[in-house]
């Protein structure tokens, strides 16, 4: 079918706006674009950035998680907002990974700290605590490595999005009665970007992902 053509008896996107506008008066039907990266390299960065910016601002979403190795990624969102009433929350990987050289040095916390992000560190929500140490052992799937593996499925950034989302709020460290935005990629850089209710780990059922500002195409 050529693009904006219309078959006899197709209705148009405006129409079916508007019947079910009519079905249900009141009711909203909001489009918006998702920013869909061809890679998951580190050179998707600077757009997703962009992308979670304009978003942030029309929500009017003041708290967000960035997922970040060694700080340069929160470092670059903090700037790319450029909100000092932002606040912004880093999520380093547990230390359990300390001999992978993954993990935060207090050199890297201060330099955080001091240009007002907020790091944290603890057990990742999603697998990696004492459940995946019976497993690695005996074999079979704990339930977060299930959820975990499920939410890879739109890509390692969703995963973790998510899973930073929920260890930010047992931390203490973002609202629970409001939205927030989480931040997070597959090696370098950004690719995933989604509008998130949060949760704390044990009400997991009430997380909702409300929206998906950008992703990778493909999970890589």
Known sequence: ???GSNPAGRATLDQLI???THILPGAKILEKTILYCDSTEAENTELVLAAAKKRAKELKIMDVVVATTHGGTAIRAKEVFADPKLN???VGICEGYRENGW???EEEKKRLEKVGIRP????HALGDGVASSFTEKGGGKS???VVRDTLYRFGQGMKVCV???LMAADAGLIPMDREVMAIAGTSMGTDTCIVVKPAYPRKFYELEIREIVAKPRSPG
């Open 143 to 145: 339930i977060e490595e």
């Open 88 to 90: 912004l929350v880093a």
């Open 1 to 3: 079918m050529v693009a």
């Open 18 to 20: 508007r019947e079910r």
């Open 163 to 165: 899973e930073v989302t």
């Open 120 to 123: 944290l560190v603890a057990s």
């Open 103 to 105: 993990c935060f040095t």
